[in-house]
C-alpha cells in the first residue's frame, strides 16, 4: 500500500486534490482511498488530506501518520507544522515553491534524503498561467505522478476531465501537462549532473 | 457500475434509484453532501417523479416525512447530531405510527462541547425510539443497506435508520458498486402502504391510546422487529443472489471458529480491526472480529453463537453510556448471559479522535491477557484529565471544562484570548 498526505490551506484544493489522485488510481485500475482530515475548514487555515493506493481492497481507516509520499502545497506550512513528521526513509517530497529546496533552507534535507525523491514545483504560478487562478493542487497531482511514476499522466488528465469541463478543464489539463513535463526535467537534470 | 466517488455521492445514487417521492431534510454535517445531491437530481429531472421539500429545521424534516408517508409516498430524510436530536419527538411518532421512512444518520458526536466529528452518541441515543438502526462498514455497505432497508421498511410498516460514520465514510472517496435501476426495481416492488391518508377514503392516523391498547401497539412494534431478525439475514441473502456481493445481514464473523479473543464492533472502525486481527493471526494470535450490521433489532443469538466458543471477548465502541460504560457492550453481555465469558468494553473515537492500528494492537494484546479494566477508554489523556480533576479540587472557581482542557494541551481557545 502506498500512502500520499497532501498538505495545504483551506481553499487550495488539497482535499480535491487526493479525491483527483484517487480517481486517478482508480482509472489505473487500483484501489484507491481519498479522504480529508476533517477540520472545520476555512480559507486559509492548514489543512491536510491523505489518499491511499493499493492493489486490494482498503479496509485502514486510520489518518496517515507514515506517508510514502508528501505533497506540501504551501510553503509557508513548513514554519508552522511538521508536515515531514512520520516520513518514510526514501519517501517523496513535492514542494510547491518556485524556489529550490536549497535557496528555502531545506538543503541539509536535501543530503540528508537525496535529490531523487524531492521535487520543488512552482504550481501556484502554474495555475494562474494556466487556469488564471493560484490553486496548485492540479499541477501538483501531475508533478507528483512525475516524480513518482506511480500514476500516468493520462491518468490525472482522466481525472481532471472527471472534475472540470470546458475552459477549466482545458487549463488544467495544460496545467497538468507543463507540471509533468517539468518535473520530468528536473529529474533527468539531476540524474545527467 | 464501478465508480471511484464520494460517499455521500454514491449513498444519493442509491436513494434516486430506490424512487423515492417525498425528500424532505435539513442540512448538517456530514450528512449535507447526500441531500445536496439528491436536491440537484431532482432539479435536473435526472430523479422524477419526486418531491424535495426544503425545510425550516430537522424536527420539520421527519415531520413532513411522517405526512408524505402517510400519504403514500416513499420518503427519505436524513440528518446527523444535534439534527436527531431536535427531530427526536417526531422520530418517535414515525416508529409510533408505523410508517416506513428510511433515514441516513451520518453518525456524528453529540455537543456540548460542539464538535462536528464521527461518533456513534447520535442514532444510539435513538436506541429505543422503535427505529431499525443498520450499520455500514463501508461505502458500499452504506449503498446497499439503503436499498435492502426501502424493502424491510416498506414489508414491515416500520422506519429504519441507515447509519455510516460521518466523515469516515461520508466523505471518503473509495470504490463504490452502484447498481442499475432495473436490479434495484427487481429487487425493490413499488410501495404498496398498509395505512392511507386519502380524501377519498377517509381515515385518521394517530389516534389517542389509552391503558386499555397502548401496550399492544407498543407491543407489535418490538413484534415487528423480531421479525426483522427473520427478515434481515433472508434480505441479505436475497441482495447477494440478486446483486452478486455480501452486505448487510445481521452480523459478520471474521476468523470467530477457533478465536479465542473475539473483538466486536459496529462500523467503518471493522476495517481497521481486521486489518490489526490480520497482522495478529500472521503472529499466531487466535483472535477475530464479529462486526454487528443490526444494532436495533439487536441479534441477541447470533451474537451469543458466534462468542459462545471463544474465551473473552471485547466490544470497541464509539459510544459511551456516561454512569455505566458501554452502550453496545450492554447489549452484547445480555447475549452472552450465563455464559461465564469474560468481557470487556473500550471506549474509542469519541468525537473523532482516530482509532489507529497502533493503539488496538496494545489493546487487543492486553485483552489475551486479561489485563484490561472492565472499562477502557482508549488513547484517553490521562495527564489532561488529572490536571483538571487538580484544578477543580484547588479552586471553586475552577472554569469551563472544554476552554481548559483545550489551554492545557496548548490549543488556542477563544476563551483565554477573548
Known sequence: MFQIRIHGRGGQGVVTATEMLSVAAFVEGHYAQAFPSFGSERTGAPVVAFCRIADKEIRLREPIMEPDALIIQDPTLLHQIDVFAGLKEGGYVLLNSSHSFEDIGLGDLVKERGHERMCTLPATELGLKHVGRPIPNVPLIAGFAALSDMIKLESVILAINEKFSGKVAEGNIAAATEAYNLVKEQMKERADA | ?418
Not at chain 2, 157 to 177: K, N, Q, Y
Not at chain 2, 257 to 286: C, F, N, P, Q, Y
Not at chain 2, 290 to 304: A, H
Open chain 2, 1 to 418: 457500475m464501478l465508480k471511484q466517488t464520494e460517499g455521500s455521492k454514491a449513498v444519493a445514487e442509491s436513494i434516486a434509484l430506490c424512487r423515492p417521492e417525498v425528500i424532505c431534510a435539513y442540512p448538517i454535517s456530514p450528512q449535507t453532501h447526500i441531500v445536496e445531491a439528491l436536491g440537484e437530481m431532482v432539479k435536473s429531472r435526472t430523479l422524477t417523479p419526486c418531491e424535495y421539500i426544503n425545510v425550516e429545521s430537522e424536527f420539520a424534516a421527519m415531520s413532513v416525512a411522517i405526512g408524505a408517508s402517510a400519504a403514500g409516498a416513499r420518503s427519505y430524510t436524513a440528518t446527523a447530531s444535534q439534527g436527531l436530536l431536535f427531530m427526536v419527538e417526531a422520530v418517535y411518532n414515525a416508529s409510533g405510527l408505523g410508517l416506513p421512512i428510511v433515514m441516513t444518520v451520518a453518525n456524528r458526536a453529540i455537543g456540548a462541547p460542539i464538535n462536528i466529528w464521527n461518533d456513534h452518541s447520535d442514532s444510539l441515543s435513538q436506541r429505543d425510539s422503535g427505529w431499525m438502526q443498520l450499520f455500514a462498514e463501508t461505502n458500499q455497505e452504506a449503498v446497499d443497506l439503503h436499498i435492502q432497508a426501502f424493502r424491510l421498511a416498506e414489508e414491515l410498516s416500520m422506519p429504519i435508520m441507515v447509519c455510516m460514520d460521518g466523515f469516515i465514510l461520508t466523505h471518503a472517496f473509495e470504490r463504490v458498486d452502484i447498481p442499475s435501476q432495473e436490479q434495484v426495481d427487481g429487487f425493490l416492488p413499488p410501495y404498496e402502504p398498509r395505512q392511507v391518508l386519502d380524501p377519498v377514503e377517509p381515515i385518521s392516523i394517530g389516534a389517542m391510546v389509552g391503558p386499555e391498547a397502548f401496550m399492544e401497539v407498543r407491543y407489535l412494534a418490538h413484534a415487528k422487529q423480531m421479525q426483522a431478525l427473520e427478515r434481515i439475514p433472508q434480505l441479505a441473502a436475497e441482495f447477494k443472489q440478486q446483486f452478486g456481493r455480501d452486505s448487510g445481514g445481521l452480523v459478520r464473523p471474521y476468523f470467530t471458529e477457533d478465536a479465542e479473543t473475539i473483538i466486536i464492533a459496529m462500523g467503518s472502525v471493522l476495517g481497521t480491526i481486521k486489518d490489526t486481527v490480520d497482522e495478529m493471526r500472521a503472529e499466531g494470535h487466535k483472535i477475530g472480529v464479529l462486526g454487528i450490521i443490526s444494532y436495533r433489532p439487536f441479534p441477541l443469538e447470533q451474537v451469543r453463537a458466534a462468542l459462545i466458543n471463544c474465551k473473552r471477548f471485547v466490544v470497541l465502541e464509539k459510544s459511551l453510556a456516561v454512569g455505566l460504560g458501554g452502550i453496545v457492550a450492554t447489549d452484547v453481555r445480555m447475549a452472552v448471559t450465563g455464559t461465564g465469558l469474560r468481557g470487556f468494553t473500550a471506549i474509542a473515537g469519541l468525537g473523532g479522535r482516530p482509532i489507529p492500528k497502533s493503539s488496538l494492537h496494545k489493546l487487543f494484546r492486553e485483552a489475551e491477557q486479561e489485563t484490561l479494566a472492565p472499562v477502557t477508554f482508549v488513547d484517553l489523556d490521562h495527564d489532561a484529565v488529572n490536571k483538571q480533576l487538580e484544578r477543580e479540587r484547588q479552586t471553586r472557581r475552577s472554569g469551563p471544562i472544554a476552554e481548559n482542557i483545550l489551554y492545557d494541551k496548548g490549543i488556542a481557545s477563544a476563551a483565554k484570548f477573548g
